[in-house]
């Protein structure tokens, strides 16, 4: 049911910026792209998300690509702390409301 | 602000017993909670969705008699495991949605081991 695509695995090196990448290339106009990471045994907690502007907050940027087929989620100086499991999330569902999640990109920072 | 929290953070129970997990929202209404349960290295799996005072709607493939949904009221939301076998064995997560948003807030989820 996931309609994104993501990488299995990323490398950062602590203190540079760290770009995961997303395809959701059937994504629908009034669709929002989210962005949540579940740090090991923990429940995912919330990042970002957009429709078709680019956005930023205090923890990372979201880069929406034009035609909304891709997106890509900016880290912008990456810590230990940032090692996790980052999904990004396009709602669907028969009431719009469900999340589905695809399998996520595990994203480890090396110091 | 957006703290869900539940109850309890493990449990163990033995094969044939009922274990009932609560989901709480503790800042904010829910109008909509969603119940999620995740096997080791894998991802989330969309169990059910819960509207308050409404039944739940469950997702193929899932149970609703062995998975009971409770949304009593904009806070509370609870999942009951009945009869549990030790392949229900998992970590359960739930959700909560603010009314109009469309932003989830997850829990810290409850691991339940059946023995």
């Known amino acids: 049911d996931a309609k994104t695509t993501q990488p299995t695995s990323m490398d950062c090196a602590e203190g540079r910026a760290a770009n995961l990448p997303c395809n959701h290339s059937?994504?629908?106009?009034?669709?929002?792209v989210y962005w949540y990471r579940q740090i090991h045994s923990q429940g995912p907690q919330y990042i970002i998300h957009?429709?078709?502007n680019n956005e930023t907050n205090e923890m990372a940027s979201l880069i929406i690509t034009e035609d909304r087929k891709s997106s890509t989620l900016i880290l912008p100086h990456a810590t230990l702390r940032d090692t996790a499991v980052y999904y990004c999330?396009?709602?669907?569902?028969?009431?719009?409301?469900?999340?589905?999640f695809g399998t996520g990109t595990s994203l480890t920072v090396i110091p | 602000g957006a703290v869900v929290s539940q109850h309890p953070s493990r449990v163990i129970c033995k094969s044939g017993t009922s274990v009932k997990i609560e989901c709480r929202s503790l800042?904010?209404?829910?109008?909509?909670m969603f119940w999620y349960r995740q096997f080791p290295k894998k991802s989330l799996m969309l169990m059910a969705t819960?509207?308050?005072?409404?039944?739940?709607?469950?997702e193929q493939g899932v149970e609703k008699d062995k998975f009971l949904i409770n949304h009593a009221s904009l806070t509370l939301s609870t999942l009951t495991v009945t009869s549990a076998h030790p392949e229900d064995s998992s970590f359960y997560i739930c959700?909560?949605?603010?009314?109009?948003?469309?932003?989830?807030?997850f829990g810290p989820g409850t691991r339940l081991l059946v023995l």
């Open positions: 959700s909560a949605r603010r009314r109009g948003l469309e932003t989830q807030y």
């Open positions: 059937t994504i629908s106009g009034n669709e929002y």
């Open positions: 957009g429709l078709k």
């Open positions: 999330i396009v709602r669907v569902g028969y009431t719009g409301n469900q999340f589905y």
């Open positions: 800042d904010f209404q829910a109008t909509t």
């Open positions: 819960s509207n308050e005072g409404s039944k739940a709607t469950y």
